[in-house]
């Protein structure tokens, strides 16, 4: 059964400490893997999509990176406006369809002054 | 301006009410989704519209209703929920249902069912 699962559930970090948030997946097939941030209260804006193991992409002090079995957010010497929660998601064509992502529960991040 | 506009942020309703949401995107897209977001549970697509059909219905209960009049508005008509279908509910948009594009999210609009 195609899964995605996002560890830890929550992280509490200090202002400037550095950290990573993961993504595992067990989908044949990946068509495209996406990182969102979700503000309490608000939808989830779009972060980054990879497409194939060994890709990276960065925005800021984000930097995500995907493999064949998971995905990483790096957050490098974060602050406290980095607080969210991020979300993963997957798109694989064995959910039915590619208009289907299977998301996780998110990694809730707060970061302290 | 937002890609992705949702009316109203919050709404109360009681069970035996009729309302509706609306969502309008300004981006030029050709799909729109609903989804629904629980207290820990991840994100459940409700329906896909593409090109005003739509495509996608995921066993949602009919007192849920969307309407998708033309590509940039997409409507969901509530009537009789339950307490349970309180939640925020979230529009969406993304230039095609079947191919490698991103899917860009409105504010939500948070639903209170008493």
């Known amino acids: 059964e195609d899964q995605v699962t996002q560890s830890p559930e929550a992280l509490r970090l200090q202002e400037g400490e550095s950290s990573s948030l993961n993504c595992s997946y067990t989908v044949s097939g990946l068509r495209g893997l996406f990182w969102y941030r979700q503000d309490p209260g608000k939808g989830p804006e779009f972060l980054f999509t990879l497409y194939s193991a060994g890709e990276e992409k960065e925005k800021e002090r984000l930097k995500a990176t995907l493999t064949k079995k998971e995905s990483f957010l790096h957050i490098t010497a974060p602050k406290p406006e980095d607080s969210a929660t991020y979300l993963c998601?997957?798109?694989?064509?064995?959910?039915?369809?590619?208009?289907?992502?299977?998301w996780g529960l998110g990694t809730s991040l707060a970061v302290n002054p | 301006e937002t890609g992705v506009t949702q009316t109203p942020r919050h709404l109360v309703m009681g069970m035996t009410n009729k309302k509706s949401l609306k969502c309008e995107q300004h981006l030029g897209h050709n799909a729109m989704y609903w989804y629904k977001q629980s207290a820990k549970k991840p994100l459940e697509l409700m329906f896909v519209?593409?090109?005003?059909?739509?495509?996608e219905n995921n066993s949602v209960p009919s007192r849920f209703s969307p309407e998708c009049p033309n590509s940039s508005h997409l409507f969901l008509h509530l009537h009789t929920l339950q307490p349970e279908d309180s939640a925020l509910y979230l529009c969406a948009s993304s230039q095609d249902p079947d191919r490698r594009n991103t899917i860009y999210f409105g504010e939500g609009s948070w639903l209170t069912v008493v």
């Open positions: 998601a997957v798109r694989s064509p064995n959910a039915g369809n590619n208009r289907k992502l299977i």
């Open positions: 519209y593409s090109l005003e059909e739509r495509v």
